[in-house]
């Protein structure tokens, strides 16, 4: 069946191109299709407001490794992923559909903790988990979340609206998820080498827990919603700053010029980078799995924007052909270059 | 991890204990949620109308094996799997995400064909694909869809609303997906052995295209709409007649008495049934993926009904005591038992 008389690899095509080719593919039946594929979340007119529908699927040694992600927090963080796009459209999410493949190495009692966490995050978040199908699967976990949400239509954001001069904001501090996934991981390959022994988790407690039990950042949307800010455009940060900033970029058809000394880093995530030779603005550029807001504003938001510590404005908006820059520290402009994979 | 104090298997637990056990510790936050886990979808109040969600999962192995399965008709049938769940609500399908996990061995054509089929399907129900999530997955193909519809609030269809009395309909035939899922393991066992071996497919074209490219029953929800009639009670027959028609019974507290000279089989499955030594009632009973819808009504609408060559009176409800039975075509009483698993 696989023998088609060309075959292109899917590794030489790449996600981004995959997307293009079903992008490029697909009609449209209904008027109230406002936005398909293309940004955090679709887009359904529906007379007063817009739903926001979006889905995401994680893969066992694909998105997470079972030897350090403790199941209640892959049920929370499975949650969290989808909530965070939603967040993206400056929506509310209010019901997720949960579909989970497991093999028969799983007990019930290890189901049990993965719809845990999942249920933590429902109460957290006040997200009803409305239904769903489990099955089968010989070869390893796999969940699969959809989210519905809504969103006032003059509140909604979209990834293509950013102007020609505008402030670049991110919420939180980047780059603590990459270094925490870093950490569990050589702690797991020494645990392979010498089963007895304990791993040395302390004074990365921080790190750690942003990659095993990351936050939506909604907290931000009722924030900017309380300053009265519509922020001009918006995407999350889960591929890292770098891949995110491209698509708000391509989308928009615009460049950004980027301030290295604006980053927000955690000091633990900045001294766990620098303990493992790593440079810590490149594990906010290309790290990933962060969940905060990256949005625009016009610079008359400004004002209003700045007394908030939550938000950094770390650069902003310019003509598409100055393309995108990082001024370091040492104030040398370097060209920023995407990474990662993206949803479509 | 998965050394828990006590630990029960998943087997012994089943799917539908660990559904009751995830419906039991669910709460829900929003009084718009109409409808939880128990039926064939979500229901979402939504002012004016209800919203209708639903997500399917197929595993490789699982639901099916690419090794007679096109991968065109595998989009084609994922599409149908969801669609079917909302006609099930009596409800309008209008839009869907689709989230595929694939490995490497997948060439782009192939990944193509896949989603072909799911366009096909887009164009022949008029369904919006607005979204999803492409990622590798090293262990096999599996696809999650989720499904948003729409339903008035006069026109609603549950499970668990069925009176006694009431006439239980099927639409369409049933039995011939099962039949022709059959006829394609020989094949493939035959082709095993001899790999020069041609398929001898013909004669089977009815069974064997009801297995690989079902459709979802929508020109039924026009036709119940058309002559007016809301049922009392609809799900759909994805897991056997048997198997759907106790989830009826158990969320409507009554039992049912089914009359085997009415089940609707069509010649070349109730022919392809004999020549295999196959009780033609026992693929209707158990045999699955039919994608009909079972609904039933008031005998009242029985005159406006029974016009209609799509649907065949199958039985009637009865008190919850008199159980469930099958009453053959020698007039001998026999008890149903259900099989199979389910969606939640």
Chains 1, 2 share one sequence.
Request: charge should be negative; include cysteine.
């Amino acid at each position: 069946m696989f023998e088609n008389k060309s075959r292109t690899e899917l590794n030489e095509f790449g996600e981004f191109g995959l997307i293009n080719f079903i992008s490029k593919n697909i009609k449209t039946y209904h008027a109230s299709t406002i936005k398909g594929i293309g940004d955090d979340a679709a887009v359904i007119d529906n007379g007063d407001n817009y739903i926001l529908l979006s889905t995401d699927m994680l893969i066992e040694s694909v998105h997470f490794d079972l030897g350090y992600t403790p199941l209640k927090h892959l049920g929370y963080k499975s949650v969290i992923t989808n909530l965070s796009d939603i967040a993206a459209m400056n929506g509310t999410p209010t019901h997720i559909v949960v579909s989970i493949a497991m093999s028969n190495r799983f007990s019930i009692e290890a189901i049990e903790e993965l719809y845990d966490g999942m249920m933590v995050a429902c109460d957290v978040y006040k997200i009803d988990l409305v239904g769903g199908d489990t099955t089968s699967n010989p070869k390893g976990l796999a969940i699969s979340i959809a989210v519905y949400g809504t969103v006032a239509k003059d509140k909604i954001t979209y990834r293509n609206t950013v102007k020609e001069g505008d402030l670049l904001v991110v919420t939180g501090d980047l780059g603590a998820p990459y270094l925490g996934l870093n950490i569990l991981e050589r702690e797991k390959r020494i645990f392979i080498e010498q089963p007895n022994f304990q791993p040395e988790l302390e004074g990365n407690d921080y790190i750690i827990q942003r990659q095993l039990k990351p936050e939506a950042r909604l907290d931000m949307i009722k924030l900017l919603d309380d300053l009265k800010i519509v922020p001009s455009a918006m995407i999350d940060i889960s591929d890292g700053l770098a891949s995110d900033l491209f698509q708000l970029a391509s989308a928009s058809q615009v460049g950004f010029t980027v301030y290295e000394d604006k980053l927000p880093i955690d000091p633990q995530t900045y001294q766990r980078a620098i303990d493992l030779g790593i440079d810590p603005t490149i594990a906010v550029l290309n790290g990933g799995e962060d969940y905060e807001l990256m949005f625009t504003i016009p610079q008359s938001d400004y004002e209003t924007l700045k007394k908030e510590f939550d938000f950094s404005v770390i650069g902003h908006a310019v003509a598409k052909q100055e393309g995108m820059h990082l001024i370091s520290k040492s104030n040398i402009k370097h060209k920023i270059m995407a990474q990662g994979w993206e949803n479509y």
